[in-house]
């Protein structure tokens, strides 16, 4: 498996993805309250790993400039028609990755990752990307499953077996506390940890990290 196998699969799904409901309205809503009073009005944000850009629709006019990313063209393309349908001016969405970013764009204020890291590859080398896309002080928000903390068969049976018939996407498996370490070794300060899940037992911690 690649990363152009990665966006085979989510182009893929793409349209199906977009028909699905968020499991915790309630939950979400909570992340994007917290989310937003981060935001500062002059704030260049960053988004990674965006899909169909639900979540830049509801918080790109809290901030000066906010470009929505997505490994995947099917994703960006249900974004762009979301978009069509209730412009935002400063709002703009492109194919992307947090690699293919590093060099070229100019510092952000705020990095935004949801349910984006435990995708990625190479994580200690995807949190490097994203403390050099920051500007100094800037923050980086992630809200991501950590595998390593929930039910044992869901990581060691049930991945495994619908990665093999093409059913789920490369997942990688890790601890809050292990990714705790990983945003410290990458350069960042955790200032915030915290649960927004409103049912259920679920391990997606919202952190806010600072770039040191």
Not at 34 to 55: I, M, Q, S, W
Not at 99 to 120: C, K, M, Q, R, W
């Amino acid at each position: 498996m690649s990363l152009a196998n990665d966006a085979r699969f989510w182009d893929r799904t793409s349209r199906r993805y977009a028909k699905s409901a968020i499991a915790d309205e309630a939950g979400y809503a909570r992340t994007l309250d917290r989310t937003r009073a981060l935001f500062k009005p002059d704030a260049r944000v960053l988004e990674l790993g965006c899909g169909t850009g639900t979540t830049a629709l509801r918080l790109a006019d809290h901030a000066r400039a906010y470009l929505a990313t997505d490994i995947s063209e099917g994703m960006i393309a249900i974004a762009e028609e979301k978009r069509a349908a209730a412009p935002i001016p400063d709002l703009a969405f492109r194919a992307a990755t947090a690699e293919t970013l590093a060099s070229s764009e100019s510092p952000f204020d705020i990095v935004i990752g949801f349910n984006y890291l435990h995708l990625v590859r190479d994580l200690p080398g995807t949190l490097r990307c994203i403390h050099a896309l920051l500007a100094p002080q800037g923050l980086f928000i992630s809200k991501t499953p950590c595998l390593g903390d929930m039910n044992p068969l869901l990581r060691l049976a049930v991945l495994p077996a619908m990665r093999a018939i093409g059913l789920a996407p490369h997942a990688g498996v890790f601890r809050a506390a292990e990714l705790g370490s990983q945003l410290q070794a990458a350069g960042f300060e955790v200032i915030a940890a915290e649960n927004h899940a409103t049912k259920g037992g679920e391990n997606r911690p919202f952190i806010v990290a600072c770039k040191q």
